[in-house]
């Protein structure tokens, strides 16, 4: 199947890290949402940037708000 740019960039794959799902979602004027796929392309799930915050202790929510820092400069 062949996606679309701006739907591709708003996807991640169960077998990524959390750190790629942060850094797809930082990115300004994408979609506040990125969807799941397992190895055979079918949608699992979704993650919200919501999701990200509240699954964070305050420590990595800090450092989770400094990485999105530099990743917008």
Do not use: C
Request: charged share 25%; no cysteine; glycine share 6%.
């Amino acid at each position: 199947m062949v996606l679309s740019d701006e739907i591709q960039r708003n996807i991640v794959y169960e077998t990524d890290s959390i750190a790629t799902a942060l850094r797809k979602i930082g990115v300004p004027n994408h979609w506040r949402t990125l969807f799941v796929l397992d190895d055979q392309q079918r949608v699992v799930g979704s993650i919200s940037d919501g999701d990200l915050r509240r699954g964070q202790s305050f420590r990595q929510r800090r450092r989770f708000l400094l990485v999105l820092f530099f990743l917008l400069l």
